[in-house]
């Protein structure tokens, strides 16, 4: 069994696809029980010491995620760690985007991560030990052009875990963050638009913008990458508040502090062009 200080029962949401399904067969290949979450389910899996069970879940049903959470403590007593994977991205220009939509957003990436949270904790603080990994992104960290309502709940989620990180103290449960930057998954197309897209004052710019987004996509790194920063952190007994994922990531957000605001702005532009498109 794979050494860490949590133990072996894990549940991993979003892991029908991307970085949930290669952290989950990634954990039950080292050993672990896998309870794997996400809305379609999936295929269960066992590798020698290992298994995946899947689970139809979804983090916007607060009954449907508190339904898994106690079947896996029913039958397994424990739930050791649990990654927060399950996310999606609502791309479209701030103006064009709905309050609904916004708030859609946050539902799947953020009040989803902590509807899970809130479950798993109370067995996690009577056992006095737990991780909690929340994936978060280099743009909760970097406001993304045309992507701001992704940006917006992934900068939820980064106060969410530093706050949580603090509140556990007593408890000793930990929670740390890992923040991808451009992965090939399927987010890419799972990718939502916002409604005003359809008839928009910034048409071409937030179309420029986001086909650059979808081409770094499908050009980024492989799951794999996302999965050795997340088993870093699983065998960490005091796991970093954050892990950025990949050189030239870590190198942004560590310049992010040292740069101007405006600077950082500047970059930003330069790599989602706005000003010379019309
Ligand atoms: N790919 C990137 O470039 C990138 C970069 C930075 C951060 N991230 C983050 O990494 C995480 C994983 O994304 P990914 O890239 O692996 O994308 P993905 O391949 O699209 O996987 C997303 C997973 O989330 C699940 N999901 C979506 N809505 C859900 C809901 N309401 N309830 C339960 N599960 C739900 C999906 O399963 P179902 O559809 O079956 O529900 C799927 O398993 C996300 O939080 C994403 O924001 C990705």
Known sequence: MYKNPYGSVALVTGASSGIGYETAHALAKLGFTVYGGSRRGGEDAAYGGGNITMLKMDVTDGASVKKAVDDILEKEGRIDILINCAGNGIAGAVEDCSGEEALKQMDVNYAGALRCIGAVLPSMREKRNGLIVNIGSVGGIFSIPFQTLYSSSKYAVEALTEGLRIELKPWGVKASLVEPGDVKTGFTSARAYAEGCKASAYGARCAQAIKQMERDEQNGKAPGVVVKEILKTIRSKNPPVRRT????????????????????????????????VK
């Open 245 to 276: 994922v990949g050189g030239m990531y870590k190198v942004l957000v560590f310049l992010k502090r040292l740069l101007p605001a405006r600077l950082v702005e500047a970059l930003l532009d330069t790599m989602y062009p706005g000003s010379k």
